[in-house]
């Protein structure tokens, strides 16, 4: 008997703790798939959703013509993962299946079931106050936010149709929360849930949260940023850039009760809807402290506050070249950006003045 889980998030709950975990290694009877990297999201999109996922490859360096090549590469490797394979569990991990419509969804079940002789589902629900601000921080820190706009969750939507399509008896569904996880941690939880014994040594975490400071200038760049063509500043914002940011603050981010209120409001049946699923209650508290953001203008209030110190991590950067000629070199270059990118704002100012100016 073999056994495929299928991990699907959601998102901001641990997945890529749980990815990196897996992969680190070989386990006696369970494999992780090894194609395409350890979150099996482009994966499974590229293979069952290639229109859609065409994009997100082009961004990543592919180039347009290569990327039938490399989907049709993917889903040879994981055939012959599938073939060869002699332990009894299989596991594929990717938070973007709760986004997939219900189509592409069946036809990952059939190419499983053709594979396999029972799937099992496993997600985690994060309840909405603690799902909104880490998916807000989230969308600031990968550089996809450029507006203070509150996002919203549909648990409905997302996790409704594999009840449909795997038998409700095979979905788990679990609530994300320190108290009900095992050992309030949700790598320990999952892995005990498919029967993978693991130590405290086997355990990998990954996507620490960046303090109100780090996403405040984050979204700082977000807004008032350009990308030049060519440049490289985009795509290493979610890593290397993010990273530089670690150490800076150490105030919590949160949202305001004024700032979430309509987000809730919004998502009121879905969370009832939740409730319903579980059991047991999935409202939060909101954040009523004095250092919850409500606005825009508070968010950017903060990033005004942090010009020091992120001329400082410039600094400190800078002066990490050991060559005096290199070192020349690369603040001549970082000088020559400064000025094309100030020149970018400019035009970029005033195209949407003249915008604005001739909308009706």
């Known amino acids: 008997m073999r056994t495929a889980i299928l991990h699907i998030g959601m998102h901001k709950t641990g997945s890529t703790s749980i990815q990196k975990t897996l992969e680190s290694r070989e386990w006696d009877k369970h494999h992780f798939v090894r194609v395409g990297g350890s979150n099996h999201s482009p994966l499974l999109r590229a293979l069952f959703d290639s229109r859609a996922m065409e994009g997100n490859l082009v961004e990543k360096g592919h180039a347009r013509e290569d990327i039938p090549g490399l989907i049709a590469l993917w889903r040879r490797q994981l055939d012959a993962e599938f073939r060869t394979l002699e332990k009894p569990t299989i596991v594929l991990s990717a938070e973007v299946l709760p986004e997939l419509s219900t189509p592409r969804i069946e036809a990952i079940r059939d190419y499983l079931m053709a594979r396999v002789d029972n799937i099992r589902v496993v997600g985690y629900a994060r309840m909405p106050v603690g799902l909104i601000q880490s998916d807000m921080q989230q969308k600031i820190r990968s550089g996809h936010l450029r507006n203070f706009k509150v996002p919203r969750q549909h648990y409905r939507t997302q996790f409704e149709k594999f009840d449909k399509i795997f038998g409700a ?112 209650s999935m409202r939060d508290m909101q954040s009523d402290h004095s250092g919850g953001i409500s606005s825009e203008k508070e968010l950017l209030t903060v990033a005004d506050a942090q010009v020091d110190a992120v001329r400082s991590l410039l600094i400190a950067e800078l002066g990490n070249q050991p060559q005096a000629r290199s070192a020349v070199a690369e603040s001549l270059y970082q000088l020559q950006f400064l000025h094309v990118q100030r020149q970018a704002i400019a035009d970029e100012r005033k195209k949407r003045r003249v915008t604005r100016a001739v909308s009706p």
Do not use: C
């Open 169 to 280: 008896e095979n979905v788990e569904l679990i609530k994300f929360d320190r108290n009900s996880l095992d050992q309030g941690d949700v790598v320990t939880d999952f892995a005990r849930r498919i029967g993978l014994a693991l130590t405290s040594e086997d355990i990998i975490h990954r996507n620490s949260s960046l303090s109100l400071e780090a996403v405040a200038v984050l979204y700082a760049r977000n807004k008032f940023g350009v990308d030049l063509p060519g440049s490289p500043v985009r795509k290493l914002l979610p890593n290397r850039i993010v990273k530089s940011l670690e150490a800076l603050g150490s105030t919590k981010f949160q949202l305001s009760s004024r700032a979430l209120q309509p987000a809730l409001d919004e998502m009121s049946e879905d969370i009832d809807w939740l409730e319903n699923r579980f059991g047991q």
